[in-house]
């Protein structure tokens, strides 16, 4: 089955720019997730949908991002204004269901912000 | 590519040898738990998982051991090759939040 794509693969942008992320998971995967994924550290769930439903956006910072999946398949996440500090791979990431069900990793977008 | 595994704790293996990698998590509630391999420039990609109402589970070459007394997990990749090198986070998910949390992470470099 393919993978989990997203695009673009590489983003360089001065602070206060804004940027947008796509993402379009496995076929058939209702719950689709963004990480953040600062260097050296473990992936960080930003938010997480089921079909096209917020589950959990408990740790999106939400005064500059912000995330949709409209139709319950492919999601977008946007930074405005970017900040030093968002420089960082951004991971999408889906499974089958919320539960129980392994998450499925693309190869992410990554992030400079200067 | 630039790598994930600054500032990692290492463990440095020779070709051939088994490998074990250790994790401590911290959510007594938490019941699934997974193993995650992450090359440089790449995605975390899934190696075994494990549920709570386990202690053991098997893939190929890989073995996945769970203590929920201390909240230990553990990987073991026997006859460890080149291929094997990468950063490897062990992540839970489970109790009131259902999120997945991950590790770490640990570094293992294969010594050829």
């Known amino acids: 089955e393919a993978g989990v794509a997203q695009s673009p693969r590489y983003k360089i942008i001065e602070k206060r720019q804004s940027v947008a992320f796509w993402c379009n998971p496995i076929?058939?995967?209702?719950?689709l997730y963004w990480y953040q994924q600062i260097l050296g550290q473990g992936p960080k769930l930003l938010i997480q949908f089921q079909n096209n439903g917020v589950v959990d956006d408990s740790q999106l910072p939400k005064d500059r991002f912000s995330a949709e999946r409209l139709k319950g398949v492919d999601s977008t996440l946007k930074i405005q204004p970017a900040k030093l500090e968002d420089s960082a791979v951004y991971l999408c990431a889906s499974s089958l269901g919320p539960h129980g069900s392994p998450l499925h990793f693309g190869n992410g977008t990554r992030l400079t912000v200067t | 590519g630039e790598s994930v595994g600054l500032h990692l704790p290492t463990l440095s293996v020779q070709e051939g040898d088994n490998s074990i990698i250790n994790c401590a998590y911290s959510?007594?509630?938490?019941?699934?738990f997974i193993w995650y391999k992450q090359e440089s420039g790449k995605g975390p990609q899934f190696i075994i998982d494990?549920?709570?109402?386990?202690d053991k589970r098997q893939g190929q070459r890989v073995t996945v051991l769970l203590n929920k007394t201390v909240k230990h997990l553990s990987l073991q990749i026997a006859a460890t090759q080149p291929g094997d090198s990468a950063v490897y986070f062990c992540a839970e998910k489970g109790g009131a939040t259902n999120k997945l949390i991950f590790g770490t992470g640990t570094l293992l470099a294969v010594q050829p």
């Open positions: 959510n007594s509630a938490s019941d699934y």
């Open positions: 494990i549920r709570s109402n386990m």
């Open positions: 076929s058939g995967h209702a719950t």
